[in-house]
C-alpha cells in the first residue's frame, strides 16, 4: 500500500537544477573546459565535490589542483549558486507541485526530501514549504551519492516505510538509476530518453496528477 512519497529537490519541486547548471558552466568556461549539453544532464543529481571532479575531468585537468584548490573552486561556485538562490519566492514552486502535495496530504501520505544538496533546507525555506514535509535526508550523512541508492534508502527508513510503500521523483538520470536501484517505484520528470529506467514518465511537472500515479503505481505491483 502507498504510504509516502519522496522528492529530489532541485528540478523537480523548482527549476534550481538550472542554477546549479549555469553556475557550472560558468565555473568550467573559467578553468577553461567546455561542457556540451550531456555534460550537463550527466551533471544533474551529482553531489557538488563529484560535479567538480566530473568536470576537471571532462577538461583533462583532475590532477591540476590540490584538495584545498578544489574545496575553493567549490566553494565559488556555490556562491554563485547561492546568489540565484536569493532571489527564490514561492512563485518558483514548478506548476503541478502544489496540487501533487496537497493531494498527498489529503491521502494521509508522508512526504520526505531526497536531495544530494547541502542547500535543500534554504531552498525549501524560500519556496515557504519546508513545512510540509515530514523528513530531509542530510546529505552530510551519505557515504554515497546518486546513482547510489543509499539517499533513496534513507528516506524511506526516515519515514519508517518499505521500498513497495513509496513513490519516488526525479529529474536526473543518475536519481532515476539511484530510485530503481532502491527498489522503489521511479517517477521521472524530463526528457523520456534520458529517464527511460523510470517506471513513469511525464515531461514536466505539470502533468504530474497524484490519482494516475497512484494508478500506475498499484499496476505495477499487480
Ligand atoms: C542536487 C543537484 C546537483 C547539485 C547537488 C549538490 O543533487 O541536482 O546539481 O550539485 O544537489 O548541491 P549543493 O547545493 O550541495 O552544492
Ligand atoms: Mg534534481
Known sequence: MLKGLIFDLDGVLTDSA????????????????????????NLRGISRMDSLEMILKIGGKENDYSPE????????????????????????????????????????????????SKNAPKILTKLGIIGEFDGIVDPASLHKGKPDPEIYEKAQALIGLEQDEVISFEDAAAGVAAIKAAGQFAVGIGDRKLLHEADYIVSDTSQLHLADIVTAFKESKE
Open 18 to 41: 538550472r542554477f546549479h547548471l549555469t553556475a557550472w558552466n560558468n565555473l568550467a568556461k573559467d578553468l577553461g573546459i567546455t561542457l556540451s549539453q550531456a555534460d550537463l544532464d
Open 69 to 116: 584548490e578544489k574545496a575553493a573552486l567549490a566553494a565559488k561556485k556555490n556562491e554563485k549558486f547561492l546568489e540565484s538562490v536569493e532571489t527564490m519566492t514561492p512563485a518558483d514552486i514548478l506548476p503541478g507541485i502544489p496540487q501533487l502535495l496537497a493531494d498527498a496530504k489529503q491521502d494521509g501520505l508522508k512526504l520526505v526530501i531526497a536531495s544530494a
